[in-house]
T-cell receptor, first 111, second 114 residues
Framework: EPEVTQTPSHQVTQMGQEVILRCVPISNHLYFYWYRQILGQKVEFLVSFYNNEISEKSEIFDDQFSVERPDGSNFTLKIRSTKLEDSAMYFC?????????FGSGTQLSVL | GQQLNQSPQSMFIQEGEDVSMNCTSSSIFNTWLWYKQDPGEGPVLLIALYKAGELTSNGRLTAQFGITRKDSFLNISASIPSDVGIYFCAGQINSGGGADGLTFGKGTHLIIQP
């Protein structure tokens, strides 16, 4: 069964450093997303991406965040200068029409 | 932004019991989704609901999309140990075309005692 894959599964970084989280969405899907989940809390929407541009973004997705689809298969989330409060599980998701399928996440720890 | 109120926050039940959890919102959603999340994993889609009043089953799971479009419930019948996990409801405003992000509830943590 096709699935969304994310790398790395864990990322530890120093505050102020840039991180890039990588995702390979399901191949025939058209819409791509990033969500985050702070430990013990609900999943929160960050950004949606369609047709090579951002469709919608939440208040969390400020100027420190950017997304890119550099080629036909990868979808990345970049955090330019990480803060302690960026520590969370980051989930990539994709859909063809309506049902969202999630990856297993990247656990980001900012020290 | 939209908020979903999910209850109960946690449930401690005996194996074999039926489970019921629900989500309500002050806003109308056109799609309701129920996900299960195991520790360290991403949410896995259980059931998707697209029409008000729709009742959909997936094995021992049954979910309904409320008539008002402001609520949904999920029932699990005859619970088994592998049902343990956190269940999230999620709502989406626009159906058909996935540009809108999902709004998630805070989750129901299901714990099953043997």
């Amino acid at each position: 069964e096709p699935e969304v894959t994310q790398t790395p599964s864990h990322q530890v970084t120093q505050m102020g450093q840039e991180v890039i989280l990588r995702c390979v969405p399901i191949s025939n899907h058209l819409y791509f997303y990033w969500y985050r989940q702070i430990l013990g809390q609900k999943v929160e929407f960050l950004v949606s991406f369609y047709n090579n541009e951002i469709s919608e973004k939440s208040e969390i997705f400020d100027d420190q965040f950017s997304v890119e689809r550099p080629d036909g298969s990868n979808f990345t989330l970049k955090i330019r200068s990480t803060k302690l409060e960026d520590s969370a599980m980051y989930f990539c998701a994709s859909t063809q029409e309506e049902k969202l399928f999630f990856g297993s996440g990247t656990q980001l720890s900012v020290l | 932004g939209q908020q979903l109120n999910q209850s109960p926050q946690s449930m401690f039940i005996q194996e074999g019991e039926d489970v019921s959890m629900n989500c309500t919102s002050s806003s109308i959603f056109n799609t309701w989704l129920w996900y299960k999340q195991d520790p360290g994993e991403g949410p896995v889609l259980l059931i998707a609901l697209y029409k008000a009043g729709e009742l959909t089953s997936n094995g021992r799971l049954t979910a309904q999309f409320g008539i008002t479009r402001k609520d949904s419930f999920l029932n699990i019948s005859a619970s088994i140990p592998s049902d343990v996990g956190i269940y999230f409801c999620a709502g989406q405003i626009n159906s058909g075309g996935g540009a809108d992000g999902l709004t998630f509830g805070k989750g129901t943590h299901l714990i099953i005692q043997p």
